[in-house]
């Protein structure tokens, strides 16, 4: 079997981009704790009017707090931030590396994630994302204009076929 390699020209993903797909995944997998309790106090509103300020209350005020915390807590991990940095990545037989633009001045500008930690792949509409394990989602996302062309994103899904479950 020949050995595979990948290298992407430079890119990195918006701090708007990277905060939706956080959010979205949070809200896919967790909507209902914030739906429960305003439709709880909506019908609770149908016997005293103040539920009503209390649903209100939770939708703009308690939901965009909370929202703020799971940002702050998965969006500052240590891997997430490497999404909004200038990189590039290549992938050979070891796993994906990193290799971070120098001017932010990080100490080890080369990352690299072995095999075993990417737990699945997506591609979604503008990009391709790498869902790492661990007890955060920690992901990399890739945007299709990191890719040459589309040999190019379809060597890397061959080489990531090879050693990742997709979802």
């Known amino acids: 079997m020949e ?6 020209a430079p890119f990195n993903i918006s ?3 990277f905060s939706k797909i956080l959010i979205m995944w949070h809200l896919r997998k967790w ?7 305003v439709a709880l106090c909506l019908g609770l509103a149908l016997g005293d ?7 209100l209350m939770m939708i703009f005020i308690m939901t965009p707090m909370a929202i703020f915390f799971v940002y702050a807590n998965y969006g500052l991990d240590k891997v ?24 932010y001045g990080l100490k080890n500008p080369v990352v690299t994630i072995p ?9 979604k509409s503008k990009c391709l994302l790498l869902n790492l394990q661990g007890v955060r989602h920690r992901f990399i996302a ?3 204009t990191a890719f040459a062309n589309k040999e190019s ?9 090879q050693h990742t479950p997709p979802i």
Do not use: C
């Open 3 to 8: 050995t595979q390699r990948f290298e992407s």
């Open 15 to 17: 701090g708007g981009k």
């Open 31 to 37: 909507w209902w704790t914030y739906a429960l309790p």
């Open 49 to 55: 009017v103040r539920f009503l300020l209390v649903a």
């Open 80 to 103: 997430n931030r490497y999404n909004v940095m200038l990189k590039t990545l290549a992938a050979d037989p070891a796993g994906i590396t990193l290799t971070i633009d120098p001017e």
């Open 115 to 123: 095999w075993h930690d990417i737990s699945s792949r997506q591609v």
């Open 142 to 144: 890739i945007p299709f």
């Open 153 to 161: 994103l379809q060597s890397l899904i061959t080489i990531l076929d």
